[in-house]
């Protein structure tokens, strides 16, 4: 079962910065924070980062490895892959949807 | 810095101050970090969403992609970097030449240790590149400039700014795959610190400061110091900081 990321709020669109970030392999909080500021252009807070990493290892979506030198990286669970995918999908569609629209209007 | 930390419940701090700490000193918070903190306080105590339980499995030091591509490398590396002591053995005892003008070691038999032991350090570059985020386009710029200094380098050794030109793509390429998580600092760190002392070696000698060494060979010393090039890249490549995960399967279709 594919638990969404819209019940989690302002947490929403990090989390999914998060899970995309993770889907790489393995990174700890620093790393993702510059990953999710080189895939979008925003950059992440501290304080956002951790909300949204602490949800989303809550739900099973992501989990936490042993730390390195005090840095502790997650990776992406099962379930965080399915969500994931669920939610690239989601926005796969929406975008073909808005570019046909468009196009029809064009003509 | 802890006092912004304090802000969260204590439940929170048991579970994630430490790395929270250690990511605040990597990256110390601007204004708007510091704000983005006190919400994310007011959220944690808000919404509590600790999870206490954390995972046991440890990092197992498996490489990246293609893991015994990623190995061999390090292994082609580290003899790289043997080679690289033998080439220097090699070129300090080679006669001294006096022209009349001034005298130099010959080196001439140095070279094909020389040009190998670069090569397989561009092997280990390749293989760092490989393994940073397709993201960073500052480490894949500076592998490329690197490779590219380095091969020119391994054919033309007097060529000394080809030599300067890859060691400080090759720094930038540590720096990065450690900020990014793929090696671990303390790599990047000795890595540096080598190209430094060899660049504080050739700058004392080239401001008059008399090394202990004869005059022709300070030039050994200052490459001897770059030795760790090659075995700080062999010990990233043949134990990552952090692996790449396994595939992940979704349990509830296990």
């Known amino acids: 079962m594919t638990q969404g990321l819209p019940e989690l709020g302002r947490f929403a669109e990090p989390s999914l910065y998060i899970l995309l970030s993770l889907s790489e392999g393995p990174k700890h909080g620093y790393a993702i924070m510059a990953d999710v500021e080189a895939i979008s252009g925003i950059p992440l807070g501290p304080g956002t980062l951790y909300g949204a990493l602490a949800r989303l290892e809550q739900r099973g979506m992501i989990e936490a490895l042993e730390p390195v030198e005090r840095r502790r990286p997650y990776r992406l669970t099962g379930l965080g892959a399915t969500t994931l995918k669920a939610q690239l999908d989601g926005l796969a569609g929406f975008a073909r949807t808005g570019l046909e629209r468009l196009r029809e209007t064009a003509r | ?254």
């Open chain 2, 1 to 254: 810095m802890t006092r912004l930390v304090a802000l969260y419940p204590r439940t929170w701090r048991d579970r994630y101050e430490d790395e929270f700490l250690a990511l605040l000193s990597e990256r110390p918070p601007d204004p708007l970090d510091r704000i983005d903190i006190v919400r994310g306080a007011i959220d944690a105590r808000l919404n509590p969403q600790v999870c206490p339980r954390l995972s046991p499995k440890p990092l197992e030091p498996l490489p990246y992609n293609g893991p015994w591509s990623i190995r061999r490398a390090g292994i082609l590396t580290l003899i790289g970097g043997l080679i690289w002591l033998a080439t220097m053995g090699i070129a300090v005892n080679g006669p001294i030449v006096r022209d009349g003008l001034h005298a130099y070691r010959d080196v001439g038999a140095a070279m094909a240790t020389f040009l190998l032991s670069v090569a397989l350090l561009l092997v280990g570059l390749w293989a760092v590149a490989a393994t940073v985020p397709s993201t960073s386009r500052v480490a894949r710029t500076a592998a490329l400039i690197a490779g590219l200094a380095g091969m020119l380098w391994a054919f033309a050794p007097w060529m000394v700014v080809f030599g300067a030109v890859m060691c400080l793509g090759l720094a930038i390429l540590a720096i990065e795959a450690s900020r990014t998580g793929r090696w671990r600092r303390s790599d990047a760190a000795i890595l540096v610190a080598g190209i430094a002392a060899a660049v504080a070696v050739a700058a004392a000698a080239v401001a008059g400061i008399k090394p202990p060494v004869s005059e022709p060979d300070v030039q050994f010393v200052a490459l001897l110091m770059l030795a760790p090039l090659w075995f700080a890249t062999a010990h990233a490549l043949l134990r990552p900081a952090i692996p790449v995960a396994e595939p992940a399967r979704d349990p509830s279709t296990a």
